[in-house]
């Protein structure tokens, strides 16, 4: 499971499930952003791209994960099996340690 939310979104968003090949909800206006998810099930890679972003990026979905802010430049944090391992990642943008 996880969920995402955030001014910078004009939205907030959840997703449930056993498994991320469910259902799952959008609420709001716009996303401010373009973005698509690849694969026979959500646990597949996809990708995410926006003004926010300025950026492509990457994420596995095969495990858990949460992430919160003004927009896509705040701090958030990412842990889950696939990693095998927990990190964190903060910072005023992407491309710092």
């Not at 449930?16 to 716009?30: N, S, V």
């Not at 990026?57 to 990412?78: H, I, N, S, V």
Request: hydrophobic residues 25%; negative net charge; proline residues 7%.
């Amino acid at each position: 499971d996880w969920t995402r939310t955030g001014p910078g979104l004009d939205q907030g968003w959840t997703k449930t499930g056993p498994r991320l090949d469910q259902d799952w909800t959008k609420i709001g206006p716009i996303l401010d952003q373009d973005w698509t998810k690849i694969g026979p099930i959500l646990d597949q890679d996809w990708t995410h791209t926006g003004l926010e972003l300025d950026k492509d990026w990457t994420k596995r979905l095969d495990q858990d994960w949460t992430r919160t802010g003004p927009g896509l430049d705040q701090d958030w944090t990412r842990t889950g099996p696939a990693l095998d391992q927990d990190w964190t990642r903060t910072g005023p943008g992407l491309d710092q340690d």
